[in-house]
Every structure is written in structure tokens, then in C-alpha cells.
């Protein structure tokens, strides 16, 4: 009787151990679906997120598009004459670099020695300097930043034998 008693206390215990084990695989089976759950309902606002994210980057692209930046240097009648005059010399030293490179180029470092505010490193032209001296002071930057890209690139045309023009 003895061993009876034994036996069915061992019998409720496998029966607890195994409804606690039971217990233990279920509540593992919930926690690992709210897991997923919470890993889809992440996603979800992360993908929500992301369609905002492009619909304000779209909204924001399309307004960009849509302004128009103009900037106008105010000049008066001769700073414009002065300015036009400038290009037109410009415009005459490039095209004599399709005959003569080298004069060309020699002409385009007296511009820019004409239009340098400090001590110039060569000779000048007094008329390209005069119309420069009429021009905004804008426009005189730009003219000496157009001039040293232009004689770059006649070096560079130089170096390698070949004219860009």
C-alpha cells in the first residue's frame, strides 16, 4: 500500500510537472506571437513612416521646382554699356584663340591684370581696365573669376595639345 501511495504521488507529480510544462510551452507560444505582432505593427508604422517621409519629400520637391530664383545685379545705363563692352572684348580674345592661342592668352592675363585690385603681375590693357572700372563691383568678380577659367583652360588646351574652344 505503501508503494501504491508512492506511486500515485509520483503520478500527481509528473501530472503537475507536465501541466506546469504544458503551461510553460503555451504561455512560450504567446509571448513568441505577441513578439511577431509587435515586430509586424513596428514594421507597419515604419513602412507608415515612409510613405509620409516621400510624400513630404515629394510635396517639398515640387515646391522647389516651382520657385524661381532670379538674381539681377542693379545697374545703371553705364554700368550696363560698360558691361557689354567688357564681354564684347572677351568675346573678340576668344575668338582670335582659333588663329593665335598664345596672343590670345596674353591678351586674357592683361584683362585680368586690368581688373586685379592689387599690384598686377604684367602688363595691363588701359581700355579693357577703363569699361572694368565702369562695371558693379558684382560684375567686376565675375569678370575676373570668367577671365581665370579662361586662361586655365587655355593652359590646359596647352599642356595636352589640344584646343577645348
Known amino acids: 500500500m505503501e508503494q501504491e501511495r508512492e506511486s500515485l504521488i509520483n503520478m500527481l507529480g509528473n501530472v503537475n510537472l507536465d501541466s506546469e510544462l504544458l503551461r510553460l510551452g503555451q504561455a512560450k507560444f504567446f509571448f513568441s506571437h505577441l513578439y511577431a505582432f509587435t515586430k509586424v505593427l513596428s514594421l507597419m508604422q ?3 513612416d515612409r510613405d509620409d517621409i516621400s510624400a513630404t519629400a515629394s510635396r517639398l520637391l515640387n515646391r522647389c521646382k516651382a520657385v524661381e530664383v ?3 545685379t542693379p545697374r545703371n545705363a553705364e554700368q550696363t554699356k560698360a ?3 567688357v564681354n564684347n572684348l572677351i568675346e573678340a580674345a ?3 584663340m582659333k588663329e593665335d592661342l598664345n596672343n590670345a592668352k596674353e591678351a586674357m ?3 585680368l591684370n586690368a581688373c586685379s585690385p592689387d ?3 604684367g602688363p595691363i590693357d588701359q581700355r579693357f581696365q577703363t569699361q572694368v ?3 558693379t563691383a558684382d560684375d567686376q568678380k565675375k ?3 570668367r577671365l581665370a577659367i579662361l586662361i586655365n583652360q587655355i593652359e590646359r588646351a596647352q599642356r595636352y595639345g589640344a584646343a577645348e574652344f
Open 143 to 145: 569678370i575676373r573669376r
Open 94 to 96: 576668344i575668338n582670335k
Open 133 to 135: 572700372i565702369e562695371c
Open 109 to 111: 592675363k592683361r584683362f
Open 119 to 121: 599690384l598686377p603681375d
Open 83 to 85: 558691361l557689354t563692352n
Open 46 to 48: 515604419i513602412l507608415g
Open 70 to 72: 532670379v538674381v539681377n
